[in-house]
């Protein structure tokens, strides 16, 4: 059974330019939530979609926003990049959204860098 | 205020020293409590889940468990391949509250 597949695994960008994740669930699975993880400030949970809709999002700002198509893929874009946003994107899927005691399970994550 | 705290940071064994990793929560509705583990460069894998206070869950040399303000991750004989970050993960009112790790380091 595939995993949970993020696409592209590195990304170099400069500040000010945008840039948009991948991110390919488990077979089956229709949760899929994104993390930043740097490593003074730990996993950071950005948002949740369940079924093309965001069940929950956490303390970003605006530039960062996400979207789930009806296969379940989900992207994450953020405009207007800053320094600050070089992270480990992290995106994970599980079989119902938060609070159904289900797993979540992680891809890879994108690497960011910003220039 | 949800929160999760693991201890302690960072830990340093010998090959066959077992040791246990500590993570204390205080959440209003425990719905789950996850332990994962995460490589260099990579994303977290799951390892466990643990629902009620009283629950053990085994996997190898890990054996997690849990009570109603803490859970453990007891490692057994660990190998250097053992060394890894450890990441747990508490569900409450809809979303997963993460510490901040422990890192293993296990020497030959």
Known sequence: ?115 | EDQVTQSPEALRLQEGESSSLNCSYTVSGLRGLFWYRQDPGKGPEFLFTLYSAGEEKEKERLKATLTKKESFLHITAPKPEDSATYLCAVESNYQLIWGAGTKLIIKP
């Open chain 1, 1 to 115: 059974k595939a995993g949970v597949t993020q696409t592209p695994r590195y990304l170099i960008k400069t500040r000010g330019q945008q840039v948009t994740l991948s991110c390919s669930p488990i077979s089956g699975h229709r949760s899929v939530s994104w993390y930043q993880q740097t490593p003074g400030q730990g996993l950071q949970f950005l948002f949740e979609y369940f079924s093309e809709t965001q069940r929950n999002k956490g303390n970003f700002p605006g530039r960062f926003s996400g979207r789930q198509f009806s296969n379940s893929r989900s992207e994450m874009n953020v405009s207007t990049l800053e320094l600050g946003d070089s992270a480990l994107y992290l995106c994970a899927s599980s079989l119902d959204s938060a609070g159904g005691g289900q797993p979540q399970h992680f891809g890879d994550g994108t690497r960011l860098s910003i220039l």
